[in-house]
């Protein structure tokens, strides 16, 4: 678990391409604090250390993460936001991040105001429902509130300290990046189905399940 509070930006050595996937080596400050099976949030996806010394540390990508987020285009001396995962007892100063990827969205505008820049997204249609305004994003492993929402476009502010420390200061139109929606809200959803599930459809509407004359009976209106 993350909190989206990136500590740093590293930077890709290599990457080599393995039987299952990839192999990738980045070099980060706080490399030489890291242990074998240690996880760590590069680019917003929790990744798990296999090996680290002084200067960088390295980690197995399996083919999935590869095809469904931003990782398999990395390449030799591409930066990436860091994040250690998050210990018991730590402040939570962003939202609860888990490094589990929703997908990856489109760099769709980048406009300069008086407190910094506004950066809208296009995200995939599947996701726009998990978005609400002053809720919050992860872009790239970066919490972020959402200023506004209209459509598949998500509105978010970047402040001069996120696009000085982070990989924000970098984004261009036309630009992927991975994000990671409300976790709460995905599981209220799934909660949600199972109840509508159990309960079955509505009598007298077995396919719509609106609302009923029997049903609005239950309500309290009669005749």
Known sequence: ?????????????????????????IAAPFASQLEHGKSVSVNGVCQTVVRADAAAFEVDVVAQTLSVTTIGELVSGNEVNLE????????????????????????????ADRNGTRLTLELPAELVRYVVQRGSIAVD??????????????????????????LAGGYRSGMKVNVETDLLAKHQEKLLEGR???SGPPDGDESAGGLTEKRLRELGFTE
Not at 2 to 11: P, R, Y
Not at 92 to 102: E, I, N, T, Y
Request: hydrophobic share 45%.
């Open 1 to 25: 678990m993350f909190t989206g509070l990136v500590e740093c930006k590293g930077k890709v050595i290599w990457r080599r391409r393995t039987h299952g996937g990839a192999a990738i080596r």
């Open 84 to 111: 250690r995962a998050l210990r018991m007892g730590d402040r939570l100063g962003g939202h609860m991040v888990a490094g589990h990827v929703d997908g990856v969205a489109r760099v769709a505008q980048l406009r």
């Open 141 to 166: 492993g970066v919490s972020l509130t959402v200023a506004e929402v209209a459509g598949e476009r998500v509105t978010v502010a970047l402040i001069p300290e996120t696009l000085r420390a982070t």
């Open 196 to 198: 509508r599930e159990a």
